[in-house]
């Protein structure tokens, strides 16, 4: 039993920071159907730039917001310099995003050496909750917590408001929202920024967590992606339910098979793209 | 007289390339060698994934996943039960082909940026095995001190020379067998379905069968290829079916040129030669690979060969548009 509801528990809490990794990614390729390889390094490169915010002398909040700017700016340059002419070129794309995914790695390591490190947390958020018997860590609430505003504040922008309209047209029909006036251009380039800032908030609060080292950008990079494929790309809801579902499939993977675990992960997404390619809520 | 020139071309300048590769080994040094020799070998794996990107037109992420399948087919192969080259190439190549043959059904489904994901996916699936089920794939640590090759030939495949000759060999076998494809009915086939997928399912082809049939050969050759690598490398680990891996594929045929076959090669040739020179000299070698990667797409989006034109211009489907109407009554 207390097996269960801590795995479960876990399962949650990596499937919250997944969505902040991967909400903004389904936005990207359900407007732009952009694949994009940097995804991971904006996460990595959130995460050392809240480090360095910490290590002069900043607060935790201060550092998640120094890393999200700091990233939304690095996102919307790479977006207006390059990727914008490649709409449509999933093999332009597919390379480009790579070569800055590569670059993005070397100059991490060049600036903050190959030492892992861990973003250190407030003291309000260490320690753990007793129910019973069981622990709950109360960073690993935080991240919920966290996620759950941006599944909310994303709701309210997507569905309340007249950015979040144009948006929604945007994905459904960009041709057709241009033709009634919206900019497309500016919209997307908001999106690609706005996805871009929600991955380095991702890295710096899992910076907290699993810390921040070389090669993290790659290895969480495919987990964003099977989010999004597996919700179906552009949909908030699917993004959510990928991740909890990939976060619970991960953990469970590792804990009861831990030689199959990446296995037990990535057949289940096959099995329902061989279902539905399309994803769980995306449209064609 | 510019159309007979070009045919005087193709006919002779692949005989001199073989040629050259034929004769070069005494004129390198071993490090040259060696990295001819990957050279090749990675050749025939971009030139099989041209077989899908190239000519069918559908970009797989996931492709290095057959090219491992057939190097651990190797490692395991060869490590564990001592098994020969009459063994572990079968295995390796019908290991590749079975894997295609399963994930062809899930991936092609699906075009586009949703195939791309998909074979992602499926590429990870494979990767994950190798990563993960230690008592198998001894996970990172990788399967090393795999043996070279004993053909019971009087030259020993542990020398470079004659491992060299061994890999020339695969290539050519690999590139004649590719290239009698992509020229026969079946890779005009892939073609017309690249170029319009509805017209050919209205002219009457199975247009699914078409492409799987081109994803799984595509996955057999990237397994033979994996094959050779085990041996040449002596080691297999997760970083040879990773995802950069497969996007480094990627890179080659759109480097050197998509649906040309050759032009692959080159790329391979080309990204193999840089990444390991400009490890001679600097330890940023990454930040060269990425930049490459971005020119290439930026100043060379066809290739390098997709530039040149090799056949007679084809002629483009005139539509009557505005333009038309408007020069004919400037000219009449």
Known sequence: ?284 | MKVALLSVMRAVVPVMFVFLLLVAPPFLSSFLLTLVTQALIYAIVAMSLDIILGYTGLASLGHAAYFGLGAYSVGILATRYGAGFGITLPTGVFLALVVAAIFGLVALRATGVYFLMITLALGMVVWGLAHRWVTMTQGDNGISAIPRPDLGLPWSLARSIPFYYFALAGFLIAFWILRTIVRSPFGQTLVGIRESESRMRTLGYNVWLHKYIGFVIAGGFAGFAGVLWAYYNGFVSPVDLQLATSVEVLLMVALGGRATLIGPALGAAIIVFLKNLVSVYTHRWLLILGAVYILTIVYAPEGILGGIKWRPKKVKPKTLGVKDLTEGEIGG
């Open chain 1, 1 to 284: 039993m207390e097996f269960w509801v801590t795995q479960t528990f876990n399962g949650i809490s990596y499937g919250a920071l997944l969505f902040l990794l991967a909400g903004g990614l389904s936005l990207i390729f359900g407007m732009m159907r952009i694949v994009n390889m940097t995804h991971g390094s904006y996460y990595l490169l959130g995460g050392y730039v809240g480090l360095s915010t910490i290590w002069r002398g900043g607060n935790f909040p201060l550092a998640i917001l120094a890393g999200a700017l700091a990233i939304a700016l690095i996102g919307i340059a790479e977006w207006n310099a390059f990727l914008k002419r490649l709409g449509g070129q999933e093999l332009g794309q597919v390379l480009t995003t790579m070569g800055f995914a590569l670059i993005f790695q070397d100059l991490a390591l060049i600036i903050w050496g190959g030492d892992p490190y861990t973003i250190p947390v407030p003291a309000m958020l260490s320690g753990a909750y007793h129910v019973g018997e069981i622990y709950f860590p109360v960073y690993r609430v935080f991240i919920i917590a966290v996620a759950a505003f941006v599944a909310l504040l994303l709701w309210l922008l997507l569905e309340q408001t007249r950015v979040g309209a144009m948006m929604r047209a945007t994905v459904d029909d960009p041709e057709m929202a241009r033709g009634v006036g919206i900019n497309v251009h500016g919209i997307s380039m908001i999106v690609f920024a706005l996805g871009a800032l929600l991955a380095a908030v991702a890295g710096v609060v899992a910076g907290g967590f699993v810390g921040v080292y070389p090669g993290a950008d790659f290895e969480i990079l495919p987990y964003a992606f099977v989010v999004v494929i597996v919700g179906g790309m552009g949909s908030l809801k699917g993004a959510l339910i990928g991740s909890l579902l990939v976060g619970l499939l991960d953990n469970f993977g590792k804990a009861l098979f831990p030689e199959l675990s990446y296995f037990t992960l990535f057949a289940p997404m096959a099995a329902i793209l061989a279902l539905r390619p399309t994803g769980l809520y995306g449209r064609a």
